[in-house]
Every structure is written in C-alpha cells, then in structure tokens.
C-alpha cells in the first residue's frame, strides 16, 4: 500500500472521460488527493486541462522519458501511474521496479505479455493456441482481396487500409515492411465487440463487458452498446488463468453473424477509449484499481452483475481556457 495517493495518468491527451471518472473514484477515498496528468504538450491536451494538474514530459521513446516520469511522481506524492498508450506499455513496464522502490505503482501488465500483445503476428499466435480463430495473413507477393492492411505494432487505426480494388494498393504498402496483409472481414458479415476485462493486483480474472461497437471513428469507439453475449463464458475460461495481466484488458472480437465464429483481433492492456461505457453500465474498475493499489489488503469479488444493452451515443465535447497567450 502506498503512502501516496495521488494519482498520475500518462499521454493523457483527449481521455476527458477517463480523468474526470478516476477524479469521481478517488476523491470519494481520499477527498485530498489529486488526479494528475502528463502529455508531450499538456497546454493543449483536453484531458491534461481538466485534471487537478499536469505536467510536460519528452516523447515516450526519448531515453529522459523515464528518468523524468520518475522525478514528476516522487516530487508530487504520486503512487500510482496509469498508462494509457501502447507505446510506452513496454517501457513502462521493463521500469516498474525503479518505481516500486519509491512507493510508486504502475498499472501496467508483465512485460512478456506486453510484447506479445504489442506484435500482431504474436497475438494472432496466441489466439489460434487458444482455438479461436484469426484471420488470414497473406503473404505481400501472394494474397487476396479484399484486405485489411495494419501495422505489425500499430494503435488508433493509424496506417490501417481497407482494399478492395488492385488500384488501391501502392507502393507504400509493399515498401513499408511494418504493414501486414490480413484477411478482411466484412462488416456485413461480422459484428465487432470490445471485451473490457479486469484482472485484480494478482492477476485474477474478476469481471469482463462486451461492448459491441455501432461506429468507430480513427479507431475509437463512437456508439456502443454492452452485450450479454454467447462468447461470454468463452473469453472467461481463455483469460482466467493467464498470469501477468493487470488492470483492464481491452480484446477485440469480431463474430460471424451466420456461424458465431469468433476472431480474435487485438489484447491491448490498457484502458481502451469505449471504457467509459463499461465503468457507467457498473464496472468501476477505477474504484477498484485505487482500493488495490492506493488502500491496499482488499479483495476485489467477481462482478457479473453490470448493465446490458446500456446504449453510449458519444459526442465531441469544449474544455475552453480563457485568456490563454500561449499560441
């Protein structure tokens, strides 16, 4: 349990939601304490300018990114760090004792699993030792379309291509050696869901949401809907015994509308930007993140018991700052 309790949310960049919601949670323990965040350029990050303070960092992958997160935390009674971008997961992660011997927590997963799940071709490995289904990769000099072209480590769709035409494809895709050729799947032929899985301080599996998704903008969720799905007991017998996992998991589905086929597409362990919807159908996995590591000696019980076919319709939203002379 740490002496410190406030709270540090790292690349806070436009997760308003998940700030005021970790606010909500942990001024309901500990009234004092603090949510604060920090961004490569906090004065124009939304999320940066609606927490109880913020702060400038370098670039994740710079070498002074962690000696400086480190230096932020300890001068501001920081005790636990929320990391929320896949980038710095791995970093993050391979530095959790250098944090640990100041009293400062990082929710972040084992650093193995963080690999894995960082690698497309590594996670479709683990689906299919799972028996859950992937879909194809192609070879760049043999493949078929329509395809579905992402970056091996790639996040927030960026670089991701539908073709359906031969003309759609160029030499970008051939020459960029990050991209992979994957089998589209139709979403006329599949529903696509977000499971927001929880797995407690010692890697318990203790709750899972589906939320299908209606519409998706630059990789986030922008309508969706929390599903009592068939697969359910099916994700929870694959998860629950998977050592190394902490905090939420976000996994992505698809599911084929004539066979319940399911596809495994991505495990990202961090919050996901639909969690919002988990956490307001009942899931608070803030509270129950902030009893582990902030109050200490609590047993998180299995929750099954959230709302279904809780519609979340999202919308873009102001945070104005009055009288700034920084542009």
């Known amino acids: 349990m740490s002496q410190n309790k406030n709270i540090l949310i790292t690349s806070a960049g436009t997760r308003v939601s998940l700030v005021n919601i970790f606010k909500t949670e942990l001024q309901l323990l500990f009234p004092d304490a603090k949510v604060l965040t920090a961004d490569l350029n906090p004065e124009f990050a939304p999320a940066c300018r609606v927490s109880d303070g913020y ?54 997963s084992d650093p193995p699993l963080v690999k894995q799940f960082n690698d497309k071709k590594l996670t479709n490995l683990f689906f299919e030792s799972k028996n859950i289904a992937v879909a194809k990769l192609f070879s760049k000099t043999d493949y078929e379309l329509p395809l579905y072209i992402k970056p091996i480590d790639g996040s927030s769709s960026i670089d991701n291509f539908i073709i359906r035409l031969h003309d759609e494809l160029h030499h970008y895709h051939f020459r960029n050696e990050k991209l992979l050729f994957f089998e589209y799947l139709d979403h006329d032929k599949h529903t696509e869901f977000t499971i927001d899985m929880y797995f407690d301080i010692n890697s318990k599996l203790k709750s899972l949401v589906p939320r299908q998704r209606l519409e998706v903008r630059q990789g986030e969720v922008k309508k969706g809907i929390t599903k009592d799905a068939f697969f359910n007991s099916i994700i929870w017998d694959i998860f629950k015994d998977i050592k190394g996992l902490r905090g939420c998991i976000t996994l992505q589905i698809f599911v084929n509308h004539s066979t319940n086929k399911i596809y495994g597409i991505e495990v990202n362990p961090r919050f996901g930007g639909g969690f919002p919807l988990s956490y307001l159908a009942g899931a608070n996995y803030p509270k129950w993140i902030i009893q582990e590591y902030l109050v200490g000696d609590i047993e998180i019980p299995e929750f099954h018991n959230w709302k279904k076919n809780l519609l979340m319709l999202r919308y873009d939203g102001e945070v104005l700052i009055p009288n700034f002379l920084g542009a």
């Open 55 to 108: 702060f400038k960092v370098p670039l994740v992958l710079d070498d002074k990114y962690i000696p400086e997160l480190l230096k932020i935390a300890i001068a501001n009674n920081v005790g636990l760090i929320i990391p929320t971008i896949d980038t710095c997961l791995l970093k993050m992660s391979q530095n959790v004792e250098k944090f640990n011997e100041h009293n400062i927590s990082i929710l972040v």
